[in-house]
């Protein structure tokens, strides 16, 4: 009796200690938890496959799923799962009953809820790794009859060598049949873009604005295309010389003229170049040429400037070393034509007689007025010498617009 008590406690005991795994009508049932990783030998993460689309207000199916690669180092219970993103997840559990490498296909679940892009951290064991599922692409057309443009709506001033700002713009009707992400733009033409990108969130009617860039090269009436995939259409935008934009002074008893692009840079405003941490220089730069702004005949270039401290009313004179003076002015006129040697007239400090003056600024209209006078060397490559000639500038002038 002794001796069969003796093997029952035994037989416990190996069950207990030694037995990962029972037997229950034949079937083998694991006990424990799988071990492995999602790392290959580097460290890396393993691929991550995506399958199906992910389209905001649909509820995933069986076509959405995503395949990863795990490394198993010690077989058992599993449960491979991400995080819950724009209202949707993926998971897989089970029993393995062999090491390596393999493939688990986690299953989609939920609702999608936002047409945005859903980044998703996979866990397995003690590692993660991460996969993007990416915006959808918006389904969308011009809000008009089949084949027909829509009322295209343009807005703002087109000057010849004015740059565009944000006032220069196409109101375009859209109708989105299925929400994501967008982009719209036009071809570049006489020297303009109109574009536009962003994401619908929902389905339905939008005014898109186009916002314009660059700078109109001609005047007269421009046709610029624009092409959403499903209708083909044009709108016109007529620019014109704006010859309250000139320039214009003496030289050498000839008298040079011309037209200003608008100028970049600020005034009072709280824009700046920077020069130099902790410098900055606060001021614009213009410039312009012939009377139909042409460049290549002769140009012009105008700078005024100051550090730390924003422009105003004031006189302004040449400084090349912006860190010693208040008040700096920077111009220079080339004139000639192509193929031919260009001659340049160029402020220097080592001429401190000249003076730009900046007479007023409309903060309204950005309009800038100035003068300018005084002595400039005369040179052909910028190389100047003591030997170069300084002659005298004089009736200089000049009214353009801050690009803003």
């Known amino acids: ?29 694991m006990s424990f938890l799988a071990k492995g990783t999602l790392l290959d030998s580097s460290g890396n993460c393993q691929q991550i496959i995506v399958n199906g689309n992910y389209l905001k207000d649909t509820s995933l199916s069986s076509n959405n799923y995503v395949t990863v690669q795990a490394n198993i180092t010690s077989i058992g219970k599993y449960s491979i799962y991400t995080d819950t993103v724009n209202g949707y997840w993926f998971s897989d559990s089970g029993t393995i009953s062999s090491t390596g490498r393999q493939n688990f ?73 299925l929400p994501g992400t967008y982009s719209i733009e036009t071809s570049l033409v006489n020297g303009m873009i109109f574009s536009s990108k962003g994401i619908f969130m929902n389905a339905g009617n939008y005014t898109v604005t186009l916002e314009g860039t660059g700078r109109p090269m ?85 700078s ?48 401190n007689d000249f003076t730009a003056k900046l007479i007023s600024y409309d903060p309204v209209s950005k309009l800038v007025r100035g003068t300018f006078s005084g002595s400039m060397y005369k040179t052909i490559n910028l190389n100047i010498q003591s030997s170069t000639p300084i002659v005298k500038i004089t009736n200089g002038e000049f009214k353009t617009y801050l690009a803003h």
């Open 1 to 29: 009796m002794q001796s069969r008590l003796i093997f029952v406690i035994i037989s416990f005991s190996c069950i207990v200690a030694c037995g990962k795994s029972y037997s229950y009508e034949g079937a083998i049932v």
């Open 105 to 177: 296909k986690l299953k989609g679940y939920g609702k999608v809820t936002t047409p945005l892009a859903a980044t998703f951290i996979v866990h397995f064991d003690t590692s993660i790794c991460s996969f993007t599922i990416p915006n959808n692409k918006a389904l969308f057309y011009f809000n008009a009859l089949s084949g027909n443009c829509p009322n295209l709506i343009v807005n703002g001033k087109y000057r010849v060598g004015a740059n565009l700002n944000i006032s220069d713009s196409i109101n375009v009707p859209i109708t989105v049949k």
């Open 218 to 302: 001609t005047a007269g009436v421009t046709q610029v295309p624009i092409n959403d995939g499903n209708t083909f259409c044009s709108f016109s935008i007529n620019t014109v010389l704006d010859t309250t934009m000139y320039w214009k002074c003496t030289a050498e008893g000839i008298n040079y003229e011309g037209l200003l692009d608008s100028a970049y840079g600020s005034l009072p405003d709280t824009g700046y170049f920077k020069i130099g941490n902790p410098n900055r220089i606060y001021g614009f730069v213009t410039g312009g040429g012939d009377k139909n702004n042409d460049q290549s005949i002769y140009n012009i270039g105008i």
């Open 304 to 351: 005024l400037n100051r550090i730390n401290s924003p422009i105003i009313e004031s006189n302004y004179y040449p400084c090349m070393n912006l860190g010693t003076c208040d008040f700096g002015t920077y111009i220079s006129l080339v004139y000639g034509s192509s193929g031919q040697l260009f001659n340049i007239y160029v402020t220097s400090n080592n001429l």
